[in-house]
T-cell receptor, first 112, second 113 residues
Framework: EDQVTQSPEALRLQEGESSSLNCSYTVSGLRGLFWYRQDPGKGPEFLFTLYSAGEEKEKERLKATLTKKESFLHITAPKPEDSATYLCAVHELTGGGNKLTFGTGTQLKVEL | DGGITQSPKYLFRKEGQNVTLSCEQNLNHDAMYWYRQDPGQGLRLIYYSQIVNDFQKGDIAEGYSVSREKKESFPLTVTSAQKNPTAFYLC????????????FGQGTRLTVV
């Protein structure tokens, strides 16, 4: 069964202070890794899909990368509006179909 | 507008009562999912369904039940057997395929009073 572990659990940054969030996973065969952003009291919002080791995706101040064992979400020069919980998920093909397993998330707080 | 709709947004239940959470999507997605989220926690999978009239238990199915009679609907019933039902419940749907993303509703916050 897939295991998805995110670190750190919480991260506090000053505006403009770049950093990275980590998502490590154990799967028998990766069929997709997803990054989501979640604001308090809301449903998660899709950010990126990564499928192959070496793949990179970018969106504004966010860049996601993927290796065979982990994914990183790099945040460059963050702003307060980037404050949210960032979740990663892996797609696993089971006997019953397509299971999507989430990590516990990283709570990011960006301060002025 | 296409999307996934959960209702109600807030729900209060007395102990010992069953309650049903609604999830409807008009995205023509085959797969649908129910997750539970506790404060400061990630999403834990309750049930998922790939096609009509078929569904699978997730990691925390005890005390919950679902049905999938129509492609666009996947209601979740929280039964009295669920010991700690107070939580934020999220429904999602996605197209079948290797790397297609899931789309989420805005959630239902259930409180047992």
């Amino acid at each position: 069964e897939d295991q998805v572990t995110q670190s750190p659990e919480a991260l506090r940054l000053q505006e403009g202070e770049s950093s990275s969030l980590n998502c490590s996973y154990t799967v028998s065969g990766l069929r997709g890794l997803f990054w989501y952003r979640q604001d308090p009291g809301k449903g998660p919002e899709f950010l990126f899909t990564l499928y192959s080791a070496g793949e990179e995706k970018e969106k504004e101040r966010l860049k996601a990368t993927l290796t065979k064992k982990e994914s990183f979400l790099h945040i460059t020069a963050p702003k307060p509006e980037d404050s949210a919980t960032y979740l990663c998920a892996v797609h696993e093909l089971t006997g019953g179909g397509n299971k999507l397993t989430f990590g516990t998330g990283t709570q990011l707080k960006v301060e002025l | 507008d296409g999307g996934i709709t959960q209702s109600p947004k807030y729900l209060f239940r007395k102990e010992g009562q069953n309650v049903t959470l609604s999830c409807e999507q008009n995205l023509n997605h085959d797969a649908m999912y129910w997750y539970r989220q506790d404060p400061g926690q990630g999403l834990r999978l309750i049930y998922y369904s790939q096609i009509v009239n078929d569904f699978q238990k997730g990691d925390i199915a005890e005390g919950y039940s679902v049905s999938r009679e129509k492609k666009e609907s996947f209601p979740l019933t929280v039964t009295s057997a669920q010991k700690n039902p107070t939580a934020f419940y999220l429904c999602a749907s996605r197209l079948q395929g290797l790397n297609t993303e899931a789309f989420f509703g805005q959630g239902t916050r259930l409180t047992v009073v």
